[in-house]
C-alpha cells in the first residue's frame, strides 16, 4: 500500500459502510418465484430525458466497482509487478522509489490509471501538488467516470492552486480522513466548514458524522451549494436520499436515486451505488 490513509481505502471503506447502513435492520428480501420474475420488468422511474429504470437493471447491483481494472484490459504481469512492488515501496515512506516504478508500470500499461493514480497520490505526501494535479488530471482523461477518489482531489488540488484553500491542505484533508477519534474528527471538520464553507467534501465528511438528521440535510445541502465534484454530488444525493427513506419519503427517495442511475454525467461510483440503494429500498 502506498500510505494507511489511501484515499482508495477510503472509498472503498465508504460503500461497505452505506451498504452496512442499507442492510441494518432489513430481512433478506423472498426469492421470487417464477410467477413473479416478470415484475423485473416493472417500470422504477423515469427521467426527464425519457431514460427508464426497471427492476431488471437493478439485478446484481451491489455498489462494488472493480477499480482495479479498468482500463486494465491484457495488463502486462511486469506491470502489475512494479505497481505492487510501489505500493509496498511508498508503504515504506519510499516515496521516490514508488515514484520510479509506477512510471515503469505507467509505460508498459499506458491505458491502465491504477498507476498513475497511485503516482498522484505518491506526489501529494510528497507535497509536490503540482504533479499531484498533474497525474490526477492524466487520470481523469483516461478514467472520465471517476476512479476512486481522483475527481474529488483533483478539485481540491484545483481550489488550493485557486487560492481558495490554503496551501498543503489537501494532504492534510486526506488524513483527516483516516482520524479514528470521531469526536475530535468531527471537532476539526466543524472548524473547517466554518472557515472554508464553499468546501464540499468537508461537508459530505461531517454530515456522516452528525446524529441528527435535520442537521444533517442541512450540512449535505450546504455542500450541495458549492459546486461539488462527480464523486462528492453523488454521494451527498444518495447520503440525502437515505435519510428521506427513512423518514418517510419513498417516492423523494426513489427520485434521487434514480436520477443518479440513469444520469450520464454520474460518475461510475455514483451509478453503482445509487442502483444498490435503490435496489435494497424497493425489495
Same mark, same amino acid.
Given at each position: ?44 422511474f ?38 505492487e ?16 516504478l509506477?512510471e ?85 471538520l ?33 455542500? #450541495? ?10 454521494? #451527498? ?18 427520485k ?28
Amino acid at each position: 500500500m502506498l500510505a494507511k490513509m489511501s484515499l482508495a481505502c477510503i472509498h472503498v471503506a465508504f460503500i461497505v459502510a452505506t451498504m452496512n447502513i442499507l442492510a441494518c435492520g432489513k430481512t433478506a428480501a423472498p426469492t421470487a418465484s417464477s410467477e413473479e420474475k416478470p415484475m423485473n420488468t416493472r417500470l422504477l422511474f423515469k427521467d426527464a430525458a425519457g431514460r427508464e429504470l426497471t427492476m431488471k437493471d437493478l439485478e446484481g447491483a451491489s455498489g462494488k466497482v472493480r477499480w482495479e481494472v479498468i482500463g486494465g484490459n491484457a495488463i502486462p504481469p511486469e506491470a502489475a509487478r512494479l505497481h505492487e512492488e510501489a505500493r509496498t515501496a511508498g508503504g515504506r515512506g519510499e516515496y521516490a522509489r514508488a515514484i520510479e516504478l509506477l512510471e515503469r508500470a505507467h509505460r508498459l500499461a499506458p491505458d491502465w490509471p491504477y498507476p498513475v493514480y497511485d503516482a498522484a497520490y505518491t506526489y501529494l505526501l510528497q507535497d509536490d501538488p503540482v504533479k499531484a494535479e498533474e497525474r490526477y488530471a492524466e487520470v481523469d482523461r483516461m478514467a472520465p467516470r471517476g476512479f476512486f477518489t481522483a475527481k474529488t482531489s483533483l478539485d481540491c488540488l484545483r481550489r488550493e492552486r485557486a487560492g481558495s484553500l490554503p496551501a498543503g491542505f489537501c494532504k492534510a484533508f486526506a488524513t483527516l480522513e483516516w482520524m479514528e477519534d470521531k469526536g475530535r474528527k468531527k471537532a476539526l471538520l466543524e472548524g473547517i466548514v466554518a472557515k472554508f464553507p464553499a468546501f464540499p467534501p468537508a461537508w459530505k465528511e461531517l454530515s456522516n458524522l452528525l446524529v441528527d438528521e435535520e442537521a444533517r440535510l442541512q450540512a449535505i445541502g450546504r455542500g #450541495l451549494e458549492h459546486e461539488p465534484d462527480g464523486e462528492t454530488k453523488g454521494m #451527498l444525493l444518495i447520503n440525502k436520499a437515505l435519510i428521506l427513506e427513512r423518514r418517510g419519503d419513498r417516492d423523494g427517495a426513489v427520485k434521487i436515486l434514480g436520477e443518479l442511475a440513469l444520469d450520464p454525467q454520474s460518475t461510475l461510483g455514483t451509478e453503482m451505488l445509487a442502483k444498490a440503494t435503490l435496489r435494497q429500498i424497493v425489495q
